[in-house]
């Protein structure tokens, strides 16, 4: 009696390998469709679902920022490169330069010809960290792309146009007072 159906059936005859093998496909494939129909999206697994969207859109913000952080930190090591490269070696004149930066008036003990140049638009002031070196302007400009305040003073200062009834028209300011 330890035999199963079909092998008694195949004994008496009444069914053979091929209608067998056909009726086991046709069970298989009705009990996958109920399981698939009875498997119902329950809370829990719209809560997981939940959960997991919300991971993943918290792990791509903070690749964002990751990323954002690793690209400051490369612009910052490109302007360092840039000024200690084409810093103009000054050796720390006697001539002393004043210039405001952040609202604060800063000095900076520079040589006559550096002065000149300065004065000239062939050079500008670039901030390393805490301290501040003389660079070429077009390095300058270079700098300025990357980082707007890192570039204290580049150029000559701008002058103001005149208009017609300036009653002080004819007396203009040099770019060269010392203070």
Not at 5 to 19: M, N, R, Y
Request: with cysteine; hydrophobic share 35%.
């Amino acid at each position: 009696m330890g035999n199963s159906l079909f092998e008694q059936l195949k004994k008496t005859g009444l069914v053979d390998a091929k209608k067998a093998k056909q009726a086991k496909h046709s069970q298989y494939k009705k009990q996958k469709s109920k399981k698939g129909a009875s498997a119902q999206v329950t809370e829990a697994t719209l809560l997981a679902q939940k959960k997991h969207a919300e991971k993943v859109e918290r792990d791509r913000q903070l690749n964002q920022a990751k990323k954002a952080e690793a690209e400051q930190k490369a612009i910052a090591a490109q302007i360092k490169q840039l000024i200690e490269t084409n810093r103009v070696e000054d050796g720390g004149g006697d001539v002393v330069y004043n210039f405001t930066d952040d609202k604060v008036v800063k000095r900076l003990y520079i040589s006559q010809q550096a002065h000149t140049h300065l004065m000239a638009g062939h050079l500008a002031i670039a901030r390393l960290g805490d301290t501040y070196e003389l660079v070429p302007v077009p390095v300058a400009e270079k700098i300025r792309q990357r980082d707007e305040r890192c570039i204290i003073l580049c150029g000559p200062a701008t002058t103001t146009e005149c208009s017609e009834d300036d009653l002080y028209a004819d007396y203009k300011i040099p770019d060269d007072l010392m203070w």
